[in-house]
């Protein structure tokens, strides 16, 4: 099966900079990679997708690029504000079985 | 997301207990998922289902059972609950589309603690 490594797992930062986070995945059939932000006691939440044939998409403050020949995709967010204080899970999908596999999340903090 | 409902929310129960989490979705979802989220593990795929009795495991299905009837229910069946499934237990929903947008969308989640 698909095996996703996410690196940092924790990462601070002060507001207004940037923070990235970065995660590599072992299946070079998977074609759909969503991040997701869960808030404390909180359920996981979509914030951006990027499919396999995009090398990049961006959405306000955040951005995730795509590297397939390397395996590797990362989640940038500029101008970092308190409530983006969380943690952020990468996530590949097999396109065979529809399985969704996730990294180990990464806890983001914004120091105001 | 009012779309999925899990219960209980919370439970505690002893070693050796059987323990049914419920997954209901008024989404019309073809796919439906389980997870165990355990720190630093992230979320870990256990079962899924691609419609009414089709499920198949994830990568931490052992002692774990499960069962689709129905579109809206997905249910989760500890036959024998010990203490290394303490965790906090999501559903979610997907809609199965692969080249559209299969978007995984969670429940709450169900707190469990196994003492």
């Known amino acids: 099966g698909e095996n996703v490594e996410q690196h940092p797992s924790t990462l601070s930062v002060q507001e207004g900079d940037s923070a990235v986070i970065k995660c590599t995945y072992s299946d070079s059939a998977s074609n759909y990679f969503p991040w997701y932000k869960q808030e404390l006691g909180k359920r996981p939440q979509l914030i951006i997708d990027i499919r396999s044939n995009v090398g990049e998409k961006k959405d306000q403050r955040i951005a995730v690029t795509l590297n397939k020949t390397a395996k590797h995709f990362s989640l940038h967010i500029t101008e970092t504000q308190p409530e983006d204080s969380a943690v952020y899970f990468c996530?590949?999908?097999?396109?065979?079985?529809?399985?969704?596999?996730f990294g180990t999340g990464t806890s983001l903090t914004v120091i105001p | 997301d009012a779309g999925i409902t899990q219960s209980p929310r919370h439970k505690v129960t002893e070693t050796g207990t059987p323990v049914t989490l419920r997954c209901h979705q008024t989404e019309n979802h073809r796919y439906m998922y389980w997870y165990r989220q355990d720190p630093g593990h992230g979320l870990r795929l256990i079962h899924y289902?691609?419609?009414?009795?089709?499920?198949d495991k994830g990568e931490v299905s052992d002692g774990y059972s499960v069962s689709r009837s129905k579109t809206e229910d997905f249910l989760l069946t500890l036959e024998s609950a010990t203490s290394s499934q303490t965790s906090v237990y999501f559903c979610?929903?997907?809609?199965?589309?692969?080249?559209?947008?299969?978007?995984?969308?969670f429940g709450a989640g169900s707190r469990l603690t196994v003492l």
């Open positions: 979610a929903t997907g809609t199965g589309l692969r080249s559209g947008a299969n978007v995984l969308t």
């Open positions: 996530a590949a999908r097999e396109d065979t079985g529809n399985q969704f596999y």
């Open positions: 289902s691609y419609g009414v009795k089709d499920t």
